[in-house]
């Protein structure tokens, strides 16, 4: 990365960014016409995508996979070069040898555990994880990575305690059966989950979301209902956002980008029973540039957005650049996506950076 001027000093203040290419570890892109309304937002700021499948119907097989990966990439605008990488929904009756099959031949890059009723469409997720026990096996030996939606579902546990409990009963249980099992610990959300993935000699690692290190639970409530400050897992007290800003420019390459962007309609967040999810794609690397300048980390940027990921999926990092600039730019209070409203993370604000998209050097 590009900070140190010409006596190998610090620049200061920093007004340009040029780092790696980074990916998306964690995204959702829908289907059908909010497909085609979401993917380039996507598509020009990251090299690859972590493509969830909580479709309906979800992704379960080989074969949808494969079918969506086309959808996705028929809407991908030309001169963009852009990799979905694809997920399986694991359910109840996973089939093994259809994930193994997946995963040979390079339409799988991992599979994804929702308990059932966790979040949007999570219907079809696991009742119980131990139903799933030979398709750990089966994924433990072909080194496919575990994706996890860590929050319990029962209703008695209180929802600002979900993920702490999941790691608890759930996570701990499946590291010690599968010791060799890859898992990513998706958009955590806790003090508890950054100190157990820190402290773990398993190989896991955990994304992290730009509103989750920006906000608290406070954001939904601040004079009133707040429904697009509402996702899943749902943003905690102060302590835990600090938490995870600490992890995210700590350097550590067990933290790293997945952006969680989830549009939802603006019908679909303001309603008697609105929808979890925050549409944070369009703005998504100012919006992480953002806190790691508030942090005084910029420098740690890259490995956090293009190097760790990479890494710890056991592929090659991107071999191009990407341009941040710190010019101001205001945010539309609501953006126009298949003839409806959606509401863009940070609507109504200016974000001090600007991406400027790829350099040849
Ligand atoms: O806020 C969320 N929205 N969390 C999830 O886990 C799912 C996502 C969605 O698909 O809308
Ligand atoms: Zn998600």
Not at 7 to 19: C, H, M, N, S
Not at 245 to 260: C, E, Q, V
Request: charged share 20%; with cysteine.
């Amino acid at each position: 990365m590009n900070l140190l001027g010409a006596q190998g000093k610090l620049e200061q203040p920093l007004t340009r960014l040029v780092i790696h290419r980074p990916d998306d570890w964690h995204v959702h892109l829908r289907d059908g016409a909010m497909l085609a309304g979401v993917v380039n937002a996507t598509a020009r700021q990251f090299a690859r995508a972590i493509v969830m499948p909580n479709l309906v119907p979800p992704v379960t097989k080989a074969a949808a996979a494969d079918a969506y990966r086309s959808r996705i990439l028929a809407a991908v605008e030309t001169g963009l070069d852009f990799t979905p990488l694809m997920t399986c929904y694991l359910t109840d009756d996973s089939d093994p040898e259809d994930i193994t099959y997946g995963f040979k031949v390079g339409i799988f890059t991992a599979a994804k555990l929702y308990p059932a009723h966790a979040t949007t469409n999570s219907s079809h997720g696991v009742t119980d994880f131990t139903n799933l026990y030979r398709v750990f096996a089966a994924m433990e030996k072909i080194a496919m990575p575990l994706l996890v939606h860590g929050e319990v579902t029962q209703s008695h546990i209180d929802i600002f305690d979900r993920e702490a409990v999941f790691i608890e009963q759930i996570l701990s249980q499946i590291m010690r059966d599968f010791p060799a099992l890859k898992i990513v610990f998706e958009h955590i959300t806790t003090s508890e989950a950054v100190d157990f993935v820190e402290a773990s000699t398993h190989p896991i690692a955990a994304t992290i979301t730009p509103h989750h290190l920006e906000f608290n639970r406070n954001a939904m409530f601040e004079g009133g209902i707040r429904p697009h400050f509402y996702c899943l897992p749902v943003a905690k007290r102060e302590v835990h956002r600090l938490a995870l800003r600490r992890a995210a420019i700590s350097g550590s390459p067990k933290f790293f980008l997945g952006t969680d962007s989830a549009p939802h309609t603006v019908g679909a967040k303001e309603s008697a029973c609105g929808c979890a999810g925050i549409y944070n794609a369009p703005y998504a690397l100012e919006s992480y540039a953002k806190v790691f300048e508030e942090e005084g980390a910029l420098d740690r940027l890259e490995g956090f957005a293009s190097q760790f990921g990479p890494r710890f999926y056991g592929l090659p990092s991107n071999q191009n650049h990407i341009v941040l600039e710190k010019t101001a730019q205001a945010i539309p209070p609501h953006l126009d996506i298949a003839g409806n409203h959606v509401v863009p993370f940070h609507a109504g604000q200016t974000l001090n950076w600007t991406f400027q998209g790829q350099t040849s050097h």
